[in-house]
């Protein structure tokens, strides 16, 4: 199975800032990556899909980048509703394993 | 607009089943691959099964496999997880997903139906 490691677990950010978080994959998958947004007792969201396109109603201080094994989610001027926990998640083969996520809170 | 409602969960016991349901709206349900997820309390997102469009393949997650089943009713834009020989590990948030055809990525997500497997 492709694992993921997502880095880091857990960050502290103000409003405004910039932040990034890094995916790594086990293996060479491509593009095969999406991103999702998860706010507290909701469904996840997607965001991006095939590493760097935004899903429909995406703002665009998102940004996805990488391919092979490394991807990074970037997001700009952080906003308020921008706290909560993201994941990767890799669709190269099944099982289509996620990242055990990245939880932004507020510094 | 896009729509999925979870619907059959709840609590049983060791080696009992439950049959999810994922009723959907608002897309082509007959064009779209459907996901179920999972996701434990206070843990992470965990994938579980798929089934293309027109069912003619189903994945698995290994340690599911043998013991759920995947399916879907496409005159109903229905989609089902039937679980048998539940084990305590099972207990999570089951969410079905439709795929962003041609891509395998979850792009719209039900809220979720809870199931615990418990003595």
């Known amino acids: 199975d492709i694992q993921l490691t997502q880095s880091p677990s857990f960050l502290s950010a103000s409003v405004g800032d910039t932040v990034i978080i890094t995916c790594r994959a086990s293996?060479?998958?491509?593009?095969?990556v999406a991103w999702y947004q998860q706010s507290p007792g909701k469904a996840p969201k997607l965001l991006l899909y095939?590493?760097?396109h935004l899903h429909s109603g995406t703002p665009s201080r998102f940004r996805g980048s990488g391919f092979g094994s490394e991807f990074i989610l970037a997001i700009n001027s952080l906003q308020p509703e921008d706290f909560a926990t993201y994941y990767c998640?890799?669709?190269?083969?099944?099982?289509?394993?996620f990242g055990l996520g990245t939880k932004v809170e507020i510094k | 607009q896009v729509r999925l409602v979870e619907s059959g969960g709840g609590a049983v016991q060791p080696g009992e089943s439950l049959r999810l349901s994922c009723e959907t709206g608002?897309?082509?349900?007959?064009?779209?691959?459907m996901h179920w997820v999972r996701q434990a309390p206070g843990k992470g997102l965990e994938w579980v099964a798929f089934?293309?469009?027109?069912?003619?393949?189903?994945l698995y997650l290994d340690s599911v496999k043998g013991r759920f089943a995947i399916s879907r009713d496409n005159s109903k834009d229905t989609v089902f997880l039937q679980m048998n020989r539940l084990r305590p590990e099972d207990s999570a948030v089951y969410y079905c997903?439709?795929?962003?055809?041609?891509?395998?990525?979850?792009?719209?997500w039900g809220q979720g139906t809870l199931v615990t497997v418990s003595s």
């Open positions: 293996q060479d998958i491509a593009s095969y």
């Open positions: 997903a439709k795929d962003l055809s041609p891509y395998f990525d979850l792009d719209y």
């Open positions: 089934i293309r469009h027109d069912a003619t393949n189903t």
């Open positions: 608002g897309f082509t349900f007959s064009d779209a691959g």
């Open positions: 095939a590493a760097s």
């Open positions: 998640q890799q669709l190269k083969s099944h099982p289509f394993t």
